[in-house]
């Protein structure tokens, strides 16, 4: 491991932004292309909103994140302590949600699947949510 980032806040939507924008941060040594940036972003979104609205419903919580940078490779874990996945392979599906009063498109485990290199999704029923995302960059350019 050459670098590593922790953090945890409260699981307030309007901190979702701040994940988003911590992570970008972080990975922006590995000289991430703004394509490469804008996927991670987009899937580090997901993750989090998926803790706060799915984990925690309408109750206050955590959310932990940990980055750690291997060469040219990040893994983000993202946790929850909320209410768990009864069934992981079912929300991975596309247009799955556990929430259809709040109109939510159901679609966040696939796009963070699009995004990255690797996701895995490890929950317990009242114990909470673990995602895993591996992404390496630069693995399409040519170095020179």
């Known amino acids: ?33 703004m ?8 899937a580090v979104s997901e993750a989090v909103t998926n803790a706060i609205i799915h984990g925690y419903e309408d109750r206050d ?3 932990r994140i940990e980055c750690a940078l291997t060469d040219n490779t990040v893994t983000i874990v993202i946790e929850d302590e909320g209410v768990g996945i009864p069934d992981v392979e079912e929300a991975r599906q596309p247009m799955y949600t556990s929430r259809p009063e709040l109109e939510r498109s159901g679609m966040g485990m696939t796009i963070m699947e699009s995004f990255v290199d690797s996701l895995e ?3 317990t029923v009242g114990r909470g949510t673990r995602v895993t995302m591996i992404k390496t960059f630069g693995a399409d350019r040519v170095q020179m």
Not at 3 to 30: D, G, I, K
Not at 35 to 42: D, R
């Open 1 to 33: 491991m050459n670098n590593y980032l922790r953090l945890q806040f409260p699981s307030r939507s309007e901190n979702e932004s701040l994940a988003r924008v911590a992570v970008a941060s972080f990975v922006a040594q590995l000289d991430p292309t």
């Open 35 to 42: 394509e490469e940036l804008t996927e991670l972003k987009t």
């Open 61 to 63: 919580g955590e959310v």
């Open 121 to 123: 999704v490890e929950s």
